[in-house]
């Protein structure tokens, strides 16, 4: 960050700007509400696009997110110092961690922070006002839930683990006909939703898996409330054993994550999906299944082809046996189908032999 500028109340938008461009962060004193508006009307002056080409689209993002989180408030032991601010202690620990054990000073909530800095204990932390209303807005998602219609209940998602507030996958999970009501791993479980639905479900044994350390937390927690008996492990990909049934809703765009809570939904180089696909046919029982949810926005923004997936699918010596697809209910979402890949090992010799000579 080139120089730090003390603004307050009397700032228009035109000049914040101005002053972002030249590559200056400011640093908000005036009202708390105004700083909202602020905010806003710097987000009108630099409209999200969806036009162009994805990488173009994912710079223009950045850069977006460069300018809005070079406005700062003052943060003093999880409070903000200003006048009309918000309580936001409870928000920040439940995110972040008691007071002065672990702060967004520690524990980056998004990587995308240009103007944060690190100034002495005894002085304020600046913290980018929109990150501050991110960790309000997941505070507020996670007490408040999220209902999902294919369970019939709420989900109550943490901080950095990916929310169902679109949901349609979901009703993927809980219509397919069941292959058993023995074991079921659920890889990658986020909130623990799908664990959640093949338990209600009736499956008798359901293991759910996350690499992220707070997805583990939140999963736990919604089985907990929903009283499902389920077991949920940190671990990258599957958990020890085989199962009938091998769910998977993987991180759908094949992109680098720029952002911790990019993980969820970006997988590098499609690193996830490829070793899932890869290896997952020795994680199951013999007469197993595996049920891979997957939206095709990645075949929409020409990031991978219907032919690169299928070839994929061949590669772990799987066969397609079914598919079920879903389009977004709500009239604004992109125009993407969602579909439920119904998978088995391979009997054709061809496609079992391929998987043989990639082990
Ligand atoms: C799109 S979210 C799906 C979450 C949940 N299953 C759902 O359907 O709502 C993908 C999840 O996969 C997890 N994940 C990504 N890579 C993983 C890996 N290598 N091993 C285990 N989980 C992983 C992410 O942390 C995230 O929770």
Same mark, same amino acid.
């Given at each position: 960050? /080139? ?9 228009? =938008? ?34 999200v696009r969806r036009d162009g080409p994805f990488h173009t689209q994912r710079r223009r993002q ?6 809005? #989180?070079? @406005?700062?408030?003052?943060?003093? /032991? +999880?409070?903000?110092?200003? !006048? ?8 920040? %620990?439940?995110?972040?961690? &008691?007071?002065?054990? %672990? ?6 909530? +998004?990587? /995308? ?35 999902? &219609? ?7 998602? +943490? ?12 009703? @993927? ?19 623990? @939703? ?27 927690? #919604? ?12 671990? /990258? @990909? ?10 998977? #809703? ?9 952002? &911790? ?16 696909? #890869? ?5 199951? %029982? ?11 926005? =990645? ?29 977004p209910r709500h009239r604004r979402a992109r125009a993407e189908t969602t579909s439920l890949w119904?998978? !088995? ?15």
């Open positions: 960050m /080139d120089d730090v500028i003390t603004v307050d109340d009397t700032f228009s =938008a035109d000049r914040a700007l101005r002053l972002i461009g030249r590559g200056s962060a400011l640093h908000w004193t005036g009202d708390f509400h105004n700083a909202k508006q602020l905010l806003a009307a710097l987000g009108r002056r630099v409209p950045a850069e977006r997110a460069r300018i809005l #989180n070079s @406005l700062h408030v003052p943060m003093h /032991d +999880h409070t903000i110092t200003l !006048r009309r601010a918000p309580d936001v202690r409870a928000a920040y %620990e439940e995110a972040f961690g &008691p007071q002065g054990k %672990e702060g967004p000073g520690e524990e980056r909530p +998004h990587g /995308d922070r240009p103007g944060r800095e690190r100034t002495p204990a005894a002085g304020p932390r600046w913290v980018p006002l929109r990150e501050l209303l991110g960790v309000i807005g997941a505070y507020e998602l996670r007490h408040r839930g999220v209902y999902v &219609p294919a369970l019939g209940q709420r989900i109550h998602p +943490h901080y950095g683990v990916f929310a169902p507030t679109r949901s349609e996958y979901a009703d @993927l999970i809980a219509g397919q006909p069941l292959p058993t009501t023995g074991t079921a791993f659920d890889v990658g479980t986020g909130t623990g @939703l799908l664990a959640a639905i093949l338990s209600r479900r009736g499956i008798r044994h359901v293991v759910a898996t996350d690499n992220n350390p707070r997805a583990i937390t939140c999963a736990r927690d #919604n089985l907990r409330r929903l009283q499902m008996n389920a077991t949920v492990l940190e671990t /990258d @990909l599957f958990p020890p054993g085989r199962a009938d049934l091998v769910v998977c #809703n993987p991180p759908w765009i094949p992109a680098t994550p720029i952002t &911790p809570l990019d993980h969820a939904v970006y997988d590098e180089d499609g690193r996830m999906l490829r070793t899932f696909l #890869n290896t997952v046919r020795d994680h199951l %029982e013999p007469g197993g299944e595996v049920w891979l949810i997957l939206s095709d926005l =990645a075949e929409l923004l020409g990031l991978r082809s219907r032919g690169e997936l299928l070839e994929l699918v061949r590669g772990g010596g799987l066969e397609v046996v079914g598919r079920a697809d879903i389009t119904q998978l !088995r090992p391979a009997t054709t010799p061809a496609a079992a032999g391929l998987h043989r000579a990639t082990e």
